[in-house]
């Protein structure tokens, strides 16, 4: 798990600890679950707490989820209280990761092995937006693992190709945003920063470089 919340960075470790990452104090501490929950949440009920092994996003007050083992939309409101589900929003893929674009009501989805990034409308039965060839080792994205939607711009996590790509939606255009030796797992972007998960550890914007935190 890799959020961005204003200015903290929240994440875990392999070991499932749980960690905050302020990025003006920039200090760094262990919390446990029921922090971690009101941290991205304002709540600590244990139906949250099973959402952190999934990719969520908090978004219109509330809580977009996928796991990976299945193909189906989740939505939940602030509690981790179940408001509706779309059974195989994604069918066909696996769903790696999830950004959600409100302006447009879009579900982007990073598929990893599927070579692709899609949007699809809430429900819809067909993505709106594909990006890369399905399955093709000669694809535009190179396993994405990862999605993140700020500031009207998509960014790409990809491992493959070892860097973060941005999506502009409104010339269907993508270019490379960051590079790096190693593959990258995560990225995160807001008003405060920049975080990138690699091989290697997490690593904060410092600059025009990256310092390593975890």
């Not at 989740?74 to 069918?91: A, P, R, V």
Request: with cysteine; hydrophobic share 35%; glycine share 8%.
């Amino acid at each position: 798990m890799l959020q961005l919340v204003g200015q903290k960075i929240i994440f875990n470790d392999k070991y499932k600890n749980y960690y905050a990452f302020d990025i003006v104090e920039q200090q760094k501490k262990k919390v446990d679950w029921i922090e971690c929950c009101h941290l991205l949440f304002g709540y600590d009920d244990y139906a949250l707490r099973k959402l952190l092994d999934e990719s969520f996003v908090r978004a219109d007050n509330q809580i977009y989820s996928a796991f990976f083992q299945e193909s189906s939309l989740h939505i939940y409101d602030l509690k981790g209280q179940s408001l509706f589900q779309y059974k195989n929003q994604f069918e066909g893929y696996t769903p790696y990761s999830i950004a959600y674009d409100s302006q447009r009501e879009l579900i982007w989805c990073a598929t990893g092995a599927g070579q692709v990034v899609l949007a699809y409308g809430l429900g819809a039965a067909e993505p709106s937006h594909v990006i890369g060839t399905p399955y093709d080792d000669e694809s535009d994205v190179s396993f994405p693992e990862d999605v993140c939607y700020f500031d009207d711009g998509l960014y790409i996590s990809e491992m493959g190709n070892k860097g973060v790509s941005l999506f502009d939606i409104h010339q269907n255009k993508l270019t490379t945003y960051l590079s790096f030796e190693e593959p990258v797992w995560a990225f995160r972007k807001n008003e405060f920063g920049e975080v990138v998960l690699l091989d290697s550890g997490l690593f904060i914007q410092v600059g025009n470089g990256f310092e390593k935190i975890s």
